[in-house]
């Protein structure tokens, strides 16, 4: 059994806002980007930093994605790690940051 799905709490906020923003997808037909290149969305797995060029490209079909806003959003509240929403983690953590000082 995968522990991690073992202590993923099913009643939580985080599970139901990604079931929502699950939903939102399916609602476009599926097709959003980061479905046809996973790797380049999670640049720092596996303690690698990943391609440059990818991560750019990577944000760069977030922008043509019809859900980049609630996927941003998502990511900001729930503190998600690669790329999402057309930002990495800590571009997200900078703008979470700047929100909070106004
Ligand atoms: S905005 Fe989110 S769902 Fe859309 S391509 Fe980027 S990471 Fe994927």
Not at 20 to 44: K, S, W
Request: with cysteine.
């Amino acid at each position: 059994m995968n522990t991690q799905q073992a202590d993923f709490d099913f009643s939580s906020e985080e599970f139901k806002d990604w079931v929502e923003l699950l939903t939102m997808i399916e609602e476009t037909g599926g097709q959003v980007p980061c479905t046809n290149y996973p790797d380049a969305y999670f640049p720092d797995k596996d303690g690698m930093d990943g391609n440059a060029y990818e991560v750019a490209l990577a944000k760069q079909m977030c922008q043509e994605c019809p859900v980049v806003r609630d996927c941003l959003l998502f990511a900001m509240k729930h503190r998600q790690a690669g790329i999402w929403g057309g930002m990495a983690e800590r571009e997200r953590d900078r703008f979470r940051m700047r929100m909070q000082v106004r």
